[in-house]
């Protein structure tokens, strides 16, 4: 390994030091201003950091002349070894994937009452946690009710008192129309 090689690899873990400081820094402050619980925050930071080790695996294996075929070679018998240790429930990634998301962008929050809008299988209670792989709502009569993240993340979701927050008209109404019945 020549001299310059061994600094683009202290520059790389130098860059993912920074990386990683600024990613838990980003996540520890959203999550403080949004008021949400230190266990989600960690697995956030946690997932993240992850990814964060996976991009730092691929640049030391390109600079080290590794190649990308190597590396594809080990990360394609890593994900084999988790896919048939998941059952190869792909559905799993998607719900860590939703619960980023859901971390990051969707306005509910732990304490809200919510309603998880699934045609006849509709759930809906006081959101108790938001987890990595599901989100538990406590119904009314006491019960724990899990919903996978990702299909909160498909399914339309009504926070508080179960009211849309506008109207949504099916027919839109003619100019004029409330004149004239208001005039009868």
Request: aromatic content about 12%; cysteine-free; overall charge neutral.
């Amino acid at each position: 390994m020549s001299i310059n090689t061994f600094l683009l690899i202290v520059v790389a873990f130098a860059i993912f030091y920074v990386a990683q400081s600024k990613v838990n820094t980003l996540v520890l402050n959203y999550g403080a201003a949004r008021n949400i619980a230190k266990t989600r925050i960690h697995y956030v930071s946690w997932v993240l950091r992850s990814a964060l080790v996976l991009i730092l695996a691929l640049v030391v294996s390109l600079i080290s002349d590794l190649g990308f075929n190597d590396f594809g070679v080990f990360l394609s018998s890593v994900f084999a070894v988790i896919g048939v240790a998941l059952f190869a429930q792909w559905s799993i990634l998607s719900n860590v994937t939703a619960s980023i998301i859901v971390f990051f962008f969707f306005p509910y929050r732990v304490g809200n009452q919510v309603k998880i809008l699934d045609g006849d299988n509709s759930v809906e209670g006081r959101l108790e946690e938001i987890t990595l792989f599901h989100v538990i709502l406590l119904a009314e009569n006491g019960s724990k009710l899990t919903f996978p993240n990702a299909m909160v993340f498909q399914k339309a979701v009504v926070i508080g008192e179960h009211q849309p927050t506008r109207a949504v008209d099916s027919k839109p109404k003619a100019q004029g129309y409330e004149e004239e019945v208001s005039g009868e």
